[in-house]
């Protein structure tokens, strides 16, 4: 890859730096928020998949899923537009994300600029966007399906958090660059946090991530990641 260039005072200010003019990168974290091009595909493949969600969102109620990091929203957007074209009338999605830096409209845009096939979608979600306050907010983003994103720092957020999920995107930078969104306390809060028969599902397989979510309570498998990474780690409650 070309080396990264930076751009706008406020990634600045975040660290995010562009890659191949379309690829966002903390240099605070010294990490990629998705993978490449494959960011969208690798959603579909770790967060919907490793959760099953094919299956349980056909059969749910009302179904709640968290996850540790908001980023560009993408997860979120993959979600919501898989969703809208399985759901039947009277069902409920409400997405839950937990983000300590939150990044402008224009940053988010651009990062998510190379998914033609997502921009009605996150059209409609930088509708809500832009016009937030600093804080946490929460949006009916259309009739069956609502946004909840809390700003701060996860532990302290999901430790506060009065609700349960049933699926858990663990989506934090990788584990040896962001050992605060993998640790011990807050995987137990997950899993304190997650609805008996819950799932989670995360892009890595590192052995100490695998072993706190283990320790917390969770019932934790290494299954087959996307790409190339050979490996990814599914649980359940
Ligand atoms: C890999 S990116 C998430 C990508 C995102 N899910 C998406 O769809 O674009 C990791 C995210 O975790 C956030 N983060 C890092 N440390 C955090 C912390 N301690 N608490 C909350 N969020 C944190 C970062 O700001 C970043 O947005």
Same mark, same amino acid.
């Given at each position: ?5 930076? %751009? ?11 890659? &191949?003019?379309? !690829? ?12 490449? &091009? ?26 709640? !899923? ?13 979600? /919501?537009?898989?969703? =809208?074209?399985?759901? #039947? ?25 190379? /998914?033609?096939?997502?921009? =009605?979608? *996150? ?14 907010? %929460? /949006? ?14 996860? %532990?302290?957020? $999901?430790?506060?958090?009065? #609700? =349960?999920?049933?699926? /858990? ?13 993998? *640790? ?35 019932? $934790? ?6 790409? #190339? #990474?050979?490996?990814?780690? $599914?649980?359940?409650?």
């Amino acid at each position: 890859m070309d080396s990264p260039t930076k %751009t706008s005072a406020n990634e600045e200010h975040l660290g995010l730096i562009w890659e &191949n003019e379309n !690829i966002p990168y903390s240099a605070t974290y010294g990490d990629y928020y998705f993978s490449g &091009n494959d960011g969208s595909d690798e959603c579909r493949h770790v967060f919907i998949g490793g959760n099953n969600l094919e299956e349980r969102l056909r059969e749910a109620k009302n179904f709640t !899923i968290a996850e540790l990091g908001f980023g560009t929203g993408l997860n979120f957007l993959e979600t /919501w537009k898989y969703w =809208q074209n399985i759901r #039947k009338p009277g069902q409920m999605l409400n997405f839950v994300s937990f983000e300590r830096h939150p990044l402008d409209s224009a940053s988010i845009r651009r990062g998510l600029g190379q /998914w033609p096939e997502l921009k =009605q979608h *996150s059209d409609a979600m930088l509708e809500y966007w832009s016009k937030r306050d600093e804080g946490s907010q %929460t /949006w009916q983003i259309d009739e069956q399906t609502s946004l909840r994103v809390l700003i701060g720092e996860a %532990t302290s957020g $999901v430790n506060s958090w009065s #609700k =349960q999920a049933d699926a /858990w995107f663990l989506d934090g930078f990788s584990p040896s660059k962001n050992p605060q969104m993998w *640790s011990e306390e807050l995987m137990q809060s997950v899993y304190d946090h997650t609805r008996v028969g819950g799932t989670f599902a995360t892009y890595t397989s590192a052995g100490w991530v695998r072993r706190n979510l283990e320790n917390a309570g969770f019932t $934790v498998c290494r299954v087959q990641g996307h790409g #190339k #990474k050979r490996h990814m780690t $599914v649980g359940s409650r």
